[in-house]
């Protein structure tokens, strides 16, 4: 097809729709065309009636998307520890001189296009890439090596590493994605549709115990108590699959394992809440899981499980997937909410906060995918069920990922209260060499000392150890790991995703960025600089991105001086 | 007291206000002085700066006093140990980054917290060249903080332009046209309203410019609108 024809098919779909259509138009002409140019965005302009300067920031704003000729091919090379550590920076370093080109640039016959990446979730088959190819999108592609990455991309994944016993997926995880012939009917679904009112559904979920599970550890049947008294007659759901926090790759194992598990949980929560729709915010970089919930979603609206009068009842739920496009803030619920809107990702102000003004201002339920995972066996097994997994404050089971120096990387449930030894040690397959220090909670997370993880995995004793569970992202360093190195990759992870609102964060991600190159040969005076960087990006940003962007930092302060000693 | 009027404390001064009213303006009644960068009366607050945070009740986070709401019986600090040290790192970090010769009230800001000028050394600045595409004003974005008041008065707070954007994010961001056309290819209608928020000098009308640059007055009359004006008539 002619570049002018498929231009006007592509618009031809949009033509009457609202700017809450701007990323799904913008993903379309990135995929054909592999970039977005200024008279494909006059058109689309006048198509959605969004200014054009809009679009443009909007573009800009995403690093999937380009708004400059790409290659017919792009590849991107995780830059983040786990992979670090698996050799990716000479991966990256030898495509490069085997193309001829620096990163991030394109080369002379426009074939390829070269760029780091920020972590892609796919930590348990590090080194990771996600390639691009004109006209046909996204793929990730596990334990890259340079001929891979320059060969015919053909070698998929679907390994599930990890633990075997699970009860929150109710058996080992699959090495296929489950359809429904797997799954059966979505029995707690029609329990509650059948049994439960709206309001007993919330103080089962209530009486379980579940928090979420995306990071801040917020009451589930709570927020969706807010949401469903929440003046307004129009409610959404919004599941939030835009799981980036380096190292944590729970979320994408669960959707292309268990895709009917989240559906279903998806669908009560909807019901609890009052909602007709739901949307699923899936980051750009998990093209697998995409097309394998869009499957899941068609399977269950032919079987009758969504769609209008669910099972014969008056309940009905579209459920619509929008995907991401580069921007791990997007996982800050709001900012998420600005996406699906057409709009740069940037963090609302709080209050008002979603349960009473969300997504296009309506009271809005914004859960983590796990979160969501964990309501339909709650239903089957009773809120009791869950509440004796555990402890009083992190009830019910939890899913955990690990990578780094450790035999067996993958995502493995464990019952909180485990310690962190027993988990290493009996779940993980042990350490490899000489443990030097656990990253918690990604790069927003901090370090735990060998002598200090005999902590019980809990979101309370965590905190009390002055650490954090947070998604649930362990990372493992042993003596060989350069930790100045990893300090390094997370002052570029967040001085590369700082959405750049708020002065403290926009201007604080930058200045800890340049201090931490420098940390080698620090100037006098950096470890001071550092501190009062992390503490002002910790206590006057708008959001948790701000809030935790100094957190490793002022962690490795505390407990690796030795790394910020000036010479002499 | 009525319903509608709540009590609180700000550094140790009981202070009713009605409710809904923010603590910034719950400090001026007060007489307290709290500073702002991106805040201005006549575009929608954000929040942004930061420069204005507040202590309140020794929470875990810092508010900002432009948009927070009072709380009734709440204790409110504006000039403690934690409020200062953000807002001075604040201000270093700007100064790092950004060019504020022509931001008196920034550099005044500084002078009062004692920040240090020179605290992040070797910290990359936002530079770029001055943009000269049109008779009426001059864009210099190394004087450009990011208050976002120019984005927001083209577009829902005033004019419904659309001329601007924010392009790039994080340090990177800068205020643009859709992809860095010229203001006269733009939309813009050049109504000046950017002009009269710019809290620095990144915005500034070409006659100001010319005769800081020492233009004589023939070329101020050929280099600004009303010389372009003059011509168009039949000169």
């Given at each position: 097809?002619?570049?002018?024809?498929?231009?006007?098919?592509?618009?031809?779909?949009?033509?009457?729709?609202?700017?809450?259509?701007?990323?799904?138009?913008?993903?379309?002409?990135?995929?054909?065309?592999?970039?977005?140019?200024?008279?494909?965005?006059?058109?689309?302009?006048?198509?959605?009636?969004?200014?054009?300067?809009?679009?443009?920031?909007?573009?800009?704003?995403?690093?999937?998307?380009?708004?400059?000729?790409?290659?017919?091919?792009?590849?991107?090379?995780?830059?983040?520890?786990?992979?670090?550590?698996?050799?990716?920076?000479?991966?990256?370093?030898?495509?490069?001189?085997?193309?001829?080109?620096?990163?991030?640039?394109?080369?002379?016959?426009?074939?390829?296009?070269?760029?780091?990446?920020?972590?892609?979730?796919?930590?348990?088959?590090?080194?990771?890439?996600?390639?691009?190819?004109?006209?046909?999108?996204?793929?990730?592609?596990?334990?890259?090596?340079?001929?891979?990455?320059?060969?015919?991309?053909?070698?998929?994944?679907?390994?599930?590493?990890?633990?075997?016993?699970?009860?929150?997926?109710?058996?080992?995880?699959?090495?296929?994605?489950?359809?429904?012939?797997?799954?059966?009917?979505?029995?707690?679904?029609?329990?509650?549709?059948?049994?439960?009112?709206?309001?007993?559904?919330?103080?089962?979920?209530?009486?379980?115990?579940?928090?979420?599970?995306?990071?801040?550890?917020?009451?589930?049947?709570?927020?969706?108590?807010?949401?469903?008294?929440?003046?307004?007659?129009?409610?959404?759901?919004?599941?939030?699959a835009d799981e980036s926090e380096p190292g944590t790759f729970k979320d994408r194992v669960l959707l292309e394992h268990r895709p009917h598990l989240v559906l279903e949980g998806i669908a009560l929560a909807a019901y609890a809440v009052g909602a007709g729709k739901a949307?699923?915010?899936?980051?750009?970089?998990?093209?697998?899981?995409?097309?394998?919930?869009?499957?899941?979603?068609?399977?269950?609206?032919?079987?009758?499980?969504?769609?209008?009068?669910?099972?014969?009842?008056?309940?009905?739920?579209?459920?619509?997937?929008?995907?991401?496009?580069?921007?791990?803030?997007?996982?800050?619920?709001?900012?998420?909410?600005?996406?699906?809107?057409?709009?740069?990702?940037?963090?609302?102000?709080?209050?008002?906060?979603?349960?009473?003004?969300?997504?296009?201002?309506?009271?809005?339920?914004?859960?983590?995918?796990?979160?969501?995972?964990?309501?339909?066996?709650?239903?089957?097994?009773?809120?009791?069920?869950?509440?004796?997994?555990?402890?009083?404050?992190?009830a019910g089971p939890k899913l955990v990922s690990v990578s780094g120096h450790i035999a067996k990387p993958g995502v493995y449930e464990i019952e909180p209260g485990l310690t962190l030894r027993r988990f290493l040690d009996d779940y993980c397959g042990g350490v490899v060499?000489?443990?030097?220090?656990?990253?918690?909670?990604?790069?927003?997370?901090?370090?735990?000392?060998?002598?200090?993880i005999d902590v019980p995995l809990t979101f309370e004793d965590l905190r009390a150890a002055g650490s954090t569970f947070g998604s649930g992202a362990v990372m493992v360093f042993n003596a060989t790991a350069d930790l100045r190195d990893v300090l390094r990759r997370v002052?570029?992870?967040?001085?590369?995703?700082?959405?750049?609102?708020?002065?403290?964060?926009?201007?604080?991600?930058?200045?800890?960025?340049?201090?931490?190159?420098?940390?080698?040969?620090?100037?006098?005076?950096?470890?001071?600089?550092?501190?009062?960087?992390?503490?002002?990006?910790?206590?006057?940003?708008?959001?948790?991105?701000?809030?935790?962007?100094?957190?490793?930092?002022?962690?490795?302060?505390?407990?690796?001086?030795?790394?910020?000693?000036?010479?002499? | 007291?009525?319903?509608?009027?709540?009590?609180?404390?700000?550094?140790?001064?009981?202070?009713?206000?009605?409710?809904?009213?923010?603590?910034?303006?719950?400090?001026?009644?007060?007489?307290?002085?709290?500073?702002?960068?991106?805040?201005?009366?006549?575009?929608?607050?954000?929040?942004?700066?930061?420069?204005?945070?507040?202590?309140?009740?020794?929470?875990?986070?810092?508010?900002?006093?432009?948009?927070?709401?009072?709380?009734?019986?709440?204790?409110?600090?504006?000039?403690?140990?934690?409020?200062?040290?953000?807002?001075?790192?604040?201000?270093?970090?700007?100064?790092?980054?950004?060019?504020?010769?022509?931001?008196?009230?920034?550099?005044?800001?500084?002078?009062?917290?004692?920040?240090?000028?020179?605290?992040?050394?070797?910290?990359?600045?936002?530079?770029?060249?001055?943009?000269?595409?049109?008779?009426?004003?001059?864009?210099?974005?190394?004087?450009?903080?990011?208050?976002?008041?120019?984005?927001?008065?083209?577009?829902?707070?005033?004019?419904?332009?659309?001329?601007?954007?924010?392009?790039?994010?994080?340090?990177?961001?800068?205020?643009?046209?859709?992809?860095?056309?010229?203001?006269?290819?733009?939309?813009?209608?050049?109504?000046?309203?950017?002009?009269?928020?710019?809290?620095?000098?990144?915005?500034?009308?070409?006659?100001?410019?010319?005769?800081?640059?020492?233009?004589?007055?023939?070329?101020?009359?050929?280099?600004?609108?009303?010389?372009?004006?003059?011509?168009?008539?039949?000169?």
């Amino acid at each position: 097809m002619q570049p002018q024809a498929k231009l006007d098919s592509i618009l031809a779909a949009y033509r009457g729709r609202g700017r809450d259509a701007l990323l799904p138009a913008l993903w379309e002409l990135q995929t054909a065309f592999g970039s977005i140019s200024p008279p494909q965005v006059r058109q689309l302009s006048y198509c959605l009636r969004v200014p054009e300067a809009d679009i443009f920031g909007v573009i800009g704003f995403y690093t999937l998307f380009h708004d400059s000729p790409t290659g017919r091919r792009i590849i991107r090379v995780c830059s983040d520890p786990s992979c670090a550590l698996a050799g990716a920076d000479a991966i990256l370093r030898e495509l490069c001189e085997r193309l001829a080109i620096p990163a991030d640039a394109t080369t002379a016959d426009g074939e390829y296009t070269v760029e780091h990446s920020p972590c892609l979730g796919m930590c348990d088959y590090a080194p990771a890439a996600l390639v691009s190819a004109r006209g046909a999108g996204e793929r990730a592609l596990p334990r890259v090596t340079v001929d891979a990455l320059l060969g015919d991309w053909d070698g998929g994944y679907f390994m599930a590493a990890g633990d075997k016993r699970s009860a929150l997926l109710d058996a080992s995880l699959a090495a296929a994605p489950q359809t429904l012939a797997d799954y059966g009917d979505y029995a707690a679904l029609r329990q509650a549709l059948t049994g439960m009112r709206p309001a007993a559904l919330i103080a089962e979920v209530q009486a379980s115990g579940l928090i979420g599970r995306g990071g801040a550890a917020f009451p589930t049947g709570l927020k969706w108590k807010f949401t469903r008294e929440a003046a307004g007659a129009v409610k959404y759901v919004v599941c939030n699959a835009d799981e980036s926090e380096p190292g944590t790759f729970k979320d994408r194992v669960l959707l292309e394992h268990r895709p009917h598990l989240v559906l279903e949980g998806i669908a009560l929560a909807a019901y609890a809440v009052g909602a007709g729709k739901a949307y699923l915010f899936i980051r750009g970089e998990y093209p697998k899981a995409t097309a394998i919930l869009a499957a899941a979603i068609a399977e269950a609206e032919a079987q009758n499980l969504l769609g209008t009068g669910i099972m014969g009842s008056d309940f009905g739920l579209t459920v619509e997937i929008r995907r991401g496009a580069g921007a791990y803030i997007c996982g800050e619920e709001t900012a998420l909410f600005e996406a699906i809107e057409g709009k740069r990702g940037f963090p609302r102000m709080k209050p008002p906060y979603p349960t009473t003004y969300g997504l296009f201002g309506k009271p809005t339920a914004a859960n983590n995918v796990e979160t969501l995972a964990a309501v339909p066996p709650i239903v089957r097994r009773g809120a009791q069920w869950f509440k004796g997994i555990g402890s009083a404050d992190s009830a019910g089971p939890k899913l955990v990922s690990v990578s780094g120096h450790i035999a067996k990387p993958g995502v493995y449930e464990i019952e909180p209260g485990l310690t962190l030894r027993r988990f290493l040690d009996d779940y993980c397959g042990g350490v490899v060499g000489e443990l030097q220090a656990v990253l918690m909670g990604g790069a927003a997370g901090s370090f735990l000392l060998p002598a200090e993880i005999d902590v019980p995995l809990t979101f309370e004793d965590l905190r009390a150890a002055g650490s954090t569970f947070g998604s649930g992202a362990v990372m493992v360093f042993n003596a060989t790991a350069d930790l100045r190195d990893v300090l390094r990759r997370v002052g570029r992870f967040f001085q590369h995703e700082s959405c750049g609102k708020c002065f403290p964060c926009q201007l604080g991600t930058q200045r800890q960025a340049e201090i931490l190159e420098r940390l080698e040969a620090p100037l006098a005076g950096d470890a001071q600089r550092l501190l009062d960087v992390g503490m002002t990006m910790t206590e006057a940003s708008i959001c948790g991105l701000g809030h935790t962007a100094g957190m490793a930092v002022m962690s490795a302060l505390e407990k690796f001086p030795g790394l910020f000693a000036e010479e002499g | 007291m009525t319903n509608n009027s709540i009590t609180l404390t700000i550094d140790g001064q009981p202070i009713t206000v009605p409710s809904g009213a923010t603590l910034l303006e719950a400090a001026a009644a007060a007489g307290i002085d709290i500073p702002v960068i991106c805040y201005h009366e006549a575009t929608s607050p954000n929040g942004l700066c930061r420069v204005c945070v507040v202590d309140v009740d020794g929470g875990r986070v810092l508010q900002p006093a432009c948009v927070a709401e009072c709380q009734a019986d709440s204790h409110v600090e504006t000039g403690n140990e934690r409020v200062e040290r953000s807002r001075r790192t604040i201000l270093e970090m700007l100064n790092a980054s950004v060019n504020l010769r022509q931001a008196p009230e920034i550099q005044a800001m500084m002078r009062a917290l004692a920040a240090d000028a020179s605290r992040f050394p070797d910290a990359r600045r936002r530079e770029s060249e001055l943009i000269d595409d049109n008779p009426f004003y001059v864009r210099d974005y190394e004087q450009c903080v990011l208050c976002w008041r120019c984005v927001q008065v083209c577009a829902e707070d005033a004019q419904f332009t659309f001329a601007l954007t924010l392009k790039n994010r994080g340090h990177d961001t800068s205020v643009a046209t859709a992809f860095d056309i010229s203001m006269t290819e733009s939309p813009c209608v050049f109504c000046g309203q950017c002009l009269g928020v710019c809290p620095t000098g990144a915005l500034k009308p070409k006659m100001e410019w010319g005769m800081e640059q020492g233009w004589t007055a023939e070329e101020l009359r050929k280099n600004t609108r009303r010389g372009r004006k003059r011509r168009a008539d039949g000169e």
